[in-house]
């Protein structure tokens, strides 16, 4: 069965860096674009990056930009977000997303806290 399985969040200060890794299976990994989406509570999951099959093709939500970057191992089977420059308005839950033949799956999140 599909499992994505994300890790590396935590508590970091306004300006500091962290890197998510989401590591998949159950699935043939290189032939799916994969998502970050984070949602923060009361509010919509909202879409954060975009990285195609191949890794060739990225899209970032506009406040994301310049900021965080998504990239992937297919030889791991893993998606990254890597996100630089934190403010405390990127604090979430950050889950990363696959959509295989029409259905969506998720992981279970990883929180990320950006505080001073």
């Known amino acids: 069965q599909v499992q994505l399985v994300e890790s590396g969040g935590g508590l970091v200060q306004p300006g500091g860096s962290l890197r998510l890794s989401c590591a998949a299976s159950?699935?043939?990994?290189?032939?799916?674009?994969m998502r970050w989406y984070r949602q923060t509570p009361g509010k919509e999951r909202e879409l954060v990056a975009f990285?195609?099959?191949?890794?060739?093709?990225?899209n970032y939500a506009d406040s994301m930009k310049g900021r965080f970057a998504i990239s992937r191992d297919n030889d791991k089977n893993t998606v990254y977000l890597q996100m630089n420059s934190l403010k405390p308005e990127d604090t979430a839950v950050y889950y990363c997303?696959?959509?295989?033949?029409?259905?969506?799956?998720w992981g279970q999140g990883t929180q990320v806290t950006v505080s001073s």
């Open positions: 997303n696959a959509n295989i033949r029409g259905i969506n799956y």
């Open positions: 159950g699935f043939t990994f290189s032939r799916y674009a």
């Open positions: 990285i195609s099959s191949t890794g060739g093709t990225t």
